[in-house]
């Protein structure tokens, strides 16, 4: 394998600035922990064979007729009409094993689109976090981070993730190719790390899902490693680099 | 004065992420502590009259023939044929007193540019950091906390000047509308309070800068306090706001 001489890692906080990003040789690692990429991650370990991330609600109910198995979410609800939502537990039913899924959410799936120019697209959540970060380091490449954020708004839980990343791969980096985004999300995850429920306690996005009354979603995304999958892009399906 | 039922407080990281914010209605700090709104600080406490942000190094020389003193700064570096950089030390110069200047400079400039939609502008710094904070929270307004960052990437330095003014300031906002960039901007403060110099030794834009020797500069845009000035446009020209 050709090392590249100098990789770097950073973290765009949101897909509105992936424009300031060259990311035609890096990983991009998209994050959006509650819930949609949480959910991707465990879909895949509980044997979904492939995930189709489309833009709109429209699009993903022709992939009904396809016979795919259909998940949305707007503003952090199940949509009618759809078999499956943006709760990790749905993901966990059975009836997933083998199956393709085409799936939108108000965030994940966006921030999916917007680093549609990178080399290779992968999904990071905590329930993948030591599978993802030693994959990571394999790849010898440039990697950002994207956080899906809130509507494009910066969020606290998506940075945090990539806090807890940048501190499990940072020394397979070039340190001076660290940047101010990788070394502020590293400081607020080393704050967080002992309790992060709690830490987002306070956050906004937080707040607009307690809602929803998801309690339970959120203490299982926080949870690391419960799914040892790498989700990631080729010719635009989603698939486990790990079984392909 | 009426007050505003909801006050939010937030945290925009850069100019590239402006169009988010309905600022309409708002008092945006801008924030460029390395250098150009610390020096625009020292300006003021100096006697300047009247301080021109201009965009382009072209419309800056233009102003020269109206009898204004002329700053420039592009990549850290002062330019030639211009009386002034973006040294705060320059500004201390008795030859401003009583001035009016137009200045450019790389991020600090564009940034205030950025945000000409604000109900009002006002520069931020270390330098003003507490008289600025009680100006803020008699305004009763919604406030934004507007980061040049560094050619619209995030940078760590303006963050805690926006995190040390989220901290004097937030007890007097509806705390459900401070935002997740708010919190983290604080908790990144909390951090670096008691040594920020020290703090920003491994930030980027800091690394940058040792390469011009500026050491000097960057500890004196660090201490708080010492230019007790609120400058603020008004028709497109910035006064201190406070000898208005």
């Avoid at 189709?52 to 198995?69: C, D, N, R, W």
């Amino acid at each position: 394998m050709v090392s590249l001489q100098f990789k770097s890692l950073d973290v765009c906080f949101t897909p509105a600035m992936i424009h300031l990003y060259d990311i035609s040789e890096s990983v991009v690692v998209v994050i959006d922990v509650l819930r949609a990429t949480s959910s991707i991650c465990v879909a895949f370990a509980n044997g979904v064979k492939s995930i189709v991330p489309v833009a709109t609600i429209e699009e993903s109910q022709q992939y009904k007729s396809k016979g795919f198995l259909i998940g949305a979410e707007r503003n952090g609800e199940m949509l009618e009409g759809f078999d499956l939502g943006n709760s990790p537990f749905s993901y966990m039913d059975p009836i997933i094993d083998g199956r393709d899924i085409a799936l939108t959410t108000t965030n994940g799936t966006q921030a999916i689109a917007a680093a549609k120019n990178a080399y290779q697209i992968v999904a990071g959540s905590f329930l993948n976090l030591t599978v993802l970060s030693d994959w990571l380091v394999k790849q010898d490449r440039n990697v950002l981070l994207l956080c899906s954020g809130w509507k494009n708004s910066f969020n606290l839980e998506d940075t945090l993730l990539a806090g807890a990343i940048v501190s499990n791969v940072k020394d397979h980096f070039e340190f001076t190719k660290m940047r101010d985004a990788a070394l502020a999300a590293e400081h607020l995850y080393n704050i967080a790390k002992h309790d992060i429920n709690g830490f987002l306690e306070e956050s906004s996005h937080r707040k607009r899902l307690e809602k929803l009354n998801i309690e339970k979603d959120i203490v299982h995304c926080l949870t690391p490693d419960s799914a040892p999958v790498v989700p990631g892009m080729i010719n635009g399906v989603m698939v486990d680099l790990l079984r392909v």
